[in-house]
């Protein structure tokens, strides 16, 4: 059957000499694999299908879907959302690179509204925000990918619980054992990540690079942890060089 739905690229690999097998993220199915035929032609007016399957692109798309099958098909497919500097700016693209890497690792097949509507606005935020929201969007991006999967981070910085167990997922009152934990000022930087109610407040927030890193490098770990196959993200030293 027909579906219209809207779909985030994560993938794109070529498939015979004029094919691909595009990766999606919908809004109506989940994960879902594409074979879109001929989209690496160039038609007679000039135009070239390939354009629209870049990691991080935001669809409409036309599609043929039958349950429990690996591969659909596409139909047709248009720009949702046209992107004005994720794909032209340094920060930006290092940025949307890097999500698009740590959802190659966590994204389901079952359909979840809510995790499309986090990823969609995450990347409009992305092409549309200012200095500061985008330094500060890869770590607000993995606190709220966490919460929406089911096991975000409890409680709040204060005096009583001062420390952020990282393994645990919550702030306690004493280092724990092991190692994975955010204290002092990092603690109570990474508990305002957690008040934001709307994007355009992460411009208020100001780390430091060694704090940025430290944090994003330990929000990824406690990530990993629900994933036996999460590996390492190659994108990752690159985003904190240009952060740095």
């Given at each position: 059957m027909l579906?219209?739905?809207?779909?985030i690229v994560l993938r794109v690999t070529k498939y015979g000499d004029t094919s691909i097998i595009m990766t999606a993220y919908?809004?109506?199915?989940?994960?879902?694999?594409?074979?879109?035929?001929g989209a690496r032609v160039t038609s007679k007016k000039g135009a070239n299908k390939?354009?629209?399957?870049?990691?991080?692109?935001?669809?409409q798309m036309e599609v043929y879907h039958t349950p429990m099958k690996a591969m659909q098909m596409v139909k047709?497919?248009?720009?949702?959302?046209?992107?004005?500097?994720?794909?032209?700016?340094?920060?930006?693209?290092?940025?949307?690179?890097?999500?698009?890497?740590?959802?190659?690792?966590?994204?389901?097949?079952?359909?979840?509204?809510?995790m499309f509507?986090?990823?969609?606005?995450?990347?409009?935020?992305?092409?549309?925000?200012?200095?500061?929201?985008?330094?500060n969007?890869?770590?607000?991006?993995?606190?709220?990918?966490?919460q929406t999967m089911g096991f975000g981070l409890q409680g709040k910085y204060c005096d009583e619980t001062p420390i952020l167990d990282i393994k645990?997922?919550?702030?306690v009152s004493k280092p724990p054992a092991h190692p994975y934990y955010l204290e002092a000022q990092t603690a109570q930087v990474a508990s305002t990540f957690l008040a934001v109610q709307f994007y355009n407040d992460l411009e208020n927030i100001f780390l430091s690079g060694a704090q940025r890193k430290k944090i994003l490098e330990l929000f990824q770990l406690s990530l990993s942890?629900?994933?036996?196959?999460?590996s390492e993200i190659k994108s990752l030293p690159i985003l904190q060089s240009i952060l740095h």
């Open positions: 579906h219209n739905t809207k779909g919908t809004e109506l199915f989940g994960l879902q694999q594409y074979i879109i035929k390939g354009v629209f399957y870049q990691p991080a692109a935001i669809l047709e497919v248009s720009w949702d959302y046209v992107y004005q500097t994720v794909y032209s700016d340094v920060l930006r693209n290092a940025v949307a690179l890097y999500i698009v890497e740590v959802l190659q690792q966590t994204m389901q097949p079952e359909p979840h509204p809510e509507y986090l990823i969609e606005d995450t990347f409009k935020q992305l092409d549309k925000g200012g200095a500061g929201l985008v330094s969007l890869p770590i607000y991006f993995l606190i709220h990918l966490s645990e997922g919550e702030f942890w629900h994933y036996k196959k999460f």
